[in-house]
């Protein structure tokens, strides 16, 4: 299943998540934000279960903002699984 979220908050415009039937990320892309931190983030989340990556990422902030990229990938994760 691919998964498209429009972040709120921060850099990033769009997350597009693809997960297999156990939520098991296959692939994950941040489109805008830091390249290159959004590019790490994808790689080492990809193999890795839904579950587990949303109990790492959750809350993360950024800077004085409330919340980050990989916060707002574990709320794109939440709402997939959910569906």
Do not use: W
């Not at 297999?20 to 390249?35: K, L, M, Q, T, W």
């Not at 579950?51 to 939440?78: M, N, W, Y």
Request: hydrophobic share 30%; glycine share 10%; net charge positive.
């Amino acid at each position: 299943m691919t998964y498209t979220y429009t972040p709120k908050g921060v850099c990033s415009q769009k997350i597009t998540i693809d997960l297999d039937e156990n939520h098991v990320i296959r692939a994950c892309s941040f489109y805008g934000g830091c390249n290159g931190n959004t590019q790490g983030v994808s790689r080492l989340v990809t193999g890795r279960k839904a579950e587990d990556v949303i109990a790492t990422l959750e809350g993360i902030k950024c800077g004085p903002r409330p919340t980050s990229c990989p916060d707002q990938l574990s709320r794109a994760l939440k709402e997939a699984i959910t569906e």
